[in-house]
């Protein structure tokens, strides 16, 4: 079992916590919770996280937060894969040109 936390985890673009952890085993998201304290093993992501269905997805230059999270939030509900968007400024939402889009 592998534990992430990030600052935003994202379930929909209506949806989403702060300070969240996200466990995989598999990867398979297993099961996801508040961040209330350090836990052992768990790596922290300066960035956010979305639970997603989608398998794949290739982030383009042009596309926008919202974009990323429309598409890969609303396809299913049971987001059981969890990527990580690094390179986004958290308090606007705006993507840096260094953005990336990783499966965890």
Do not use: H
Not at 30 to 50: D, R
Request: proline residues 5%; negative net charge; charged residues 20%.
């Amino acid at each position: 079992m592998k534990r992430y936390a990030a600052p935003l985890l994202y379930l929909s673009p209506e949806r989403s916590y702060k300070q969240y952890v996200v466990e995989l085993a598999g990867g398979k998201v297993t099961n996801f919770f508040p961040l209330t304290e350090e836990i052992e093993s768990t790596v922290w992501l300066n960035g956010i996280i979305i639970l997603s269905s989608i398998p794949q997805y290739t982030l383009s230059k042009d596309t926008s937060f919202e974009i990323i999270i429309a598409d890969l939030c609303c396809k299913s509900t049971d987001g059981n894969i969890a990527y990580y968007l690094s390179g986004i400024d958290l308090t606007t939402k705006t993507l840096l040109p260094d953005a990336s889009l990783v499966r965890l």
